[in-house]
């Protein structure tokens, strides 16, 4: 599956007949989703959104409210035409400081990654884990990686209090949502590169247009 068209979306999002995302995460609702509802949720939201940030804005949302989290990062991973990775995030007040945004951004995660469930042993969890010991060491954190087309292509990180710990149940939760997010991720890739691809587009027409107007070249360059 090279993309994913709305037909697609909306034929495995029938497959899980249950009310729409709005009625059930209301604004303050902590209790957990079971996995069939979380999956739903997560692919409603990549069927709705035609902006790849505003999916994985409400990845993240739908993400922590899910799990009674304190905060929730959804990473998608940077690809060869954009090398850093878009971030989005929900967030108790002040939970999630820039300095840990901003060093994500730029986190290395093999394109083969094959361990979902981010363990002690591998040395993505070890490179996360020093980074979060010291930025916040108040925090307990759930990590996972998601693979589409044999590709790894996102990151969710969900944080909260040192003082309690992640149940197994949140564990399995978390893993038996991991092609929904796959897919969600994947679709908010392609929203990006084709809103990118739009703009480079509309630059080269424009460039066109004036050059066969006899604007200079380098003029024109310098107001890109």
């Given at each position: 599956m090279n993309q994913l068209d709305q037909g697609s979306l909306k034929l495995m999002s029938r497959s899980i007949s249950h009310p729409s995302i709005e009625q059930r995460l209301p604004k303050m609702m902590q209790q957990a989703l079971g996995s069939d509802q979380l999956a739903n949720a997560i692919l409603q939201i990549a069927l709705n959104n035609l902006d790849g940030s505003k999916i994985l804005s409400d990845l993240a949302t739908t993400i922590s409210r899910s799990f009674a989290a304190g905060g929730c990062i959804?990473?998608?991973?940077?690809?060869?035409?954009?090398?850093?990775?878009?971030?989005?995030?929900?967030?108790?007040?002040?939970?999630?400081?820039?300095?840990?945004?901003?060093?994500l951004s730029h986190l290395s995660i093999p394109q083969n990654h094959t361990q979902s469930l981010l363990e002690p042993t591998s040395p993505l969890f070890k490179t996360i884990n020093c980074l979060i010991q010291k930025i916040l060491p108040t925090q307990t954190w759930l990590g996972i990686t998601t693979q589409f087309q044999e590709r790894t292509n996102g990151l969710i990180l969900l944080?909260?209090?040192?003082?309690?710990?992640?149940?197994?149940?949140?564990?399995?939760?978390l893993t038996q949502n991991l092609n929904p997010l796959a897919i969600a991720i994947s679709q908010a890739q392609l929203q990006q590169q084709s809103r990118t691809k739009s703009r480079y587009q509309t630059l080269l027409q424009n460039l066109s247009r004036e050059i066969s107007q006899g604007y200079r070249l380098e003029l024109l360059l310098q107001n890109c």
């Amino acid at each position: 599956m090279n993309q994913l068209d709305q037909g697609s979306l909306k034929l495995m999002s029938r497959s899980i007949s249950h009310p729409s995302i709005e009625q059930r995460l209301p604004k303050m609702m902590q209790q957990a989703l079971g996995s069939d509802q979380l999956a739903n949720a997560i692919l409603q939201i990549a069927l709705n959104n035609l902006d790849g940030s505003k999916i994985l804005s409400d990845l993240a949302t739908t993400i922590s409210r899910s799990f009674a989290a304190g905060g929730c990062i959804v990473l998608s991973r940077g690809t060869d035409s954009f090398q850093v990775n878009e971030i989005a995030y929900w967030q108790e007040t002040g939970l999630l400081i820039e300095k840990v945004i901003e060093q994500l951004s730029h986190l290395s995660i093999p394109q083969n990654h094959t361990q979902s469930l981010l363990e002690p042993t591998s040395p993505l969890f070890k490179t996360i884990n020093c980074l979060i010991q010291k930025i916040l060491p108040t925090q307990t954190w759930l990590g996972i990686t998601t693979q589409f087309q044999e590709r790894t292509n996102g990151l969710i990180l969900l944080f909260k209090s040192e003082s309690s710990s992640w149940t197994h149940d949140q564990h399995k939760l978390l893993t038996q949502n991991l092609n929904p997010l796959a897919i969600a991720i994947s679709q908010a890739q392609l929203q990006q590169q084709s809103r990118t691809k739009s703009r480079y587009q509309t630059l080269l027409q424009n460039l066109s247009r004036e050059i066969s107007q006899g604007y200079r070249l380098e003029l024109l360059l310098q107001n890109c």
